[in-house]
């Protein structure tokens, strides 16, 4: 930091959780156990309200008699451009997915540049061609902006933030609350391409792997799994923190607990491999065009059918269930017949993946 | 830039008018010349829609049958805090006024922060508390947010983005194409002083000058002048670029000219005297806490009154008005009957002003 607070900023008492960390490391951005402390910590009770309180992916809010979603990311991956996707995708995908989880069709997004004064006006450049290509795509319409430029040296090329809004469909109520033991989870697809995509090509890490981000938009999926029926329980999308850290937020915000069937998460060969060389559990790198659904036991077989008929869920799987067994915790089951829970991560197994 | 992207980004052809910065520089960031060109030239043709196309402070847009004002804003101003304010106050304060510009009532915001490795926690829960505080003071709930870390030396302590949402009443249709000759132009009240005090505070420029920042949020100011009547035409707030660029966008979205009787525009004796010193002019600096109206001749004397008795419009007072010469131009009559042009600056005097 170059620069810190010149006037007085004493009197804050730091909360007992928090007093490992007085000052920011990369885990408070990672999503896991340290974002959530600075959430329920230091956000909350500064400005926390009844919105923030559900503390999902999205917020649901009523507006001038329209239900809507609202949610927002900011992007600040490394780098810019990746196998499959880049900064300007996933600022998009990213926001676009958020609502999805709250069942809401987006409309509508914000897009806020953060530029570092030095940085190719061609970078910015085709970062914003991505960015437009994947709106298109995902039938959404960027409709206001903002452009700040930082000194050399207080950036990194481009950040970018997106908010989003979109309208919740009547009767669509999707939270964690409504889970209940017996649900069926169910998985979209293959799981860790993404985080895998970033580390192959991150400096310092490359390693040659044939693996390409799965960013994409999922408002279609949604869209073909809500016309089953309305009566989906909660959806999430896996991104940091991975699968491991969306059950365990479920977990915690709905009272049950979950047992997986560890053999039937489908992990792509490429992705179980690189997650060997470099000591990590393919359950906690982050997704970028997936999501877990806790659907009620007597619609899952539809929505499954219904997920391989759409593109980006030929490979949807039921992983598991929700149990009234050990409530709040997240249980895999080995092949062998063993059981190993799987913890929230602290933060993120690598920074900026997103 | 620690880093450039990796695949392929040629291809893309520079824009005549971009060519004298392939480079971002830090005018782009300041509202100005630069910042429009950029909009025109690189996220226009990206990604611009019609609701962007409106280029004001905010977009207005039908969700659901609810007539919505939709707006963004990135803070990164230097210091965090200052006299008069903080980033925080800022967050919530730039993103609510671009909001009532479009005459809406601030109802949701998001807020994504991108934090600093190394910055401390405390300065944190200062920002959030000050975030929140003004929330509280503006009447909108925080709604949705998100936290990223970057690495010490790509960030600046704490960057803020805040997107908001809000609802247009019946009747309100503001924007700069309803300006006609004879509108009358009124300011709220004294400008320049949130620009004079973040530069007295500014590392390496610090000077003595009793200026607090005129940081405050609009939406009631604009309420008690819509009561007044529904018709007014334009409200713009002159934040980067001060009353200049605002009265030049105007102008040029309007196709009518504007006149400035330059004495008639309330500059404190502060500002003056730091402009003077600085050699700087204070229709150039920015506010953070004023807006500036167009208004139909029939109604100008009842809507000034009502300005007079809220508490953020004591000081308004009318600065000229429009008129069909000069279509697009700003002139100001100085107080000897002479005439100087009021062009659209190229950046910010001072970057990261908000």
Known sequence: ?????PLDITGWTCPAPLRDHPRVVMGHGGGGALSAE?????????????????????????LGGARLAFSTDSYVVRPLF???????DLAVNGTVNDLAM????????????ILEEGVEVATVARVAEALGA????????????????????????????????????????????????????IVS???????????????????????ASDC????????????????????????????????????AASGTGVVLREGAVPVPPAVANACAV???????????????????????????????????????????????DHPGLVVARTGLGGTRVIDLPLGEQLPRIC
Chains 1, 2 share one sequence.
């Open 134 to 185: 994947a709106a298109r795509a995902a039938g959404v319409e960027v409709a206001t902006g903002d452009t700040k430029v930082v000194e050399a040296g207080h950036g990194d090329g481009v950040y970018v933030n997106t908010a989003g809004i979109g309208l919740i469909p009547a009767g669509v109520d999707l939270r964690p609350q409504r889970v209940v033991p017996g649900d069926v989870v």
């Open 216 to 251: 994409a938009a999922l408002g279609g999926l949604v869209e073909a799994m809500l016309a089953v029926t309305p009566d989906l329980h909660v959806l999430r999308d896996p991104t940091r923190g991975g699968l491991a850290a969306s059950l365990n937020e479920i977990a």
């Open 278 to 324: 470099l000591g990590l559990d393919p359950f906690y790198v982050a997704n970028e065009g997936k999501l877990v659904a806790f659907v009620p036991r007597e619609h899952a077989d539809a929505v499954l059918d219904a997920m391989h008929a759409h593109p980006l869920g030929r490979r949807a799987a039921v992983i598991g269930e929700a149990v009234a």
């Open 1 to 5: 930091m170059s620069e810190t607070a």
């Open 38 to 62: 600075l959430v329920r910590h230091v956000f909350a009770p500064a400005y926390g309200g009844p919105a923030l309180a559900d503390l999902g992916d999205s917020a649901r809010l009523t």
């Open 102 to 113: 709250s069942g809401a069709t987006a409309a509508y997004l914000s897009c806020g540049f």
């Open 82 to 88: 990746f196998p499959g996707g880049s900064i300007g």
């Open 189 to 211: 697809g293959e799981i860790g391409l993404h985080g895998v995509a970033i580390m192959s090509v991150r400096e310092g890490l490359e390693f040659g792997v044939d693996v």
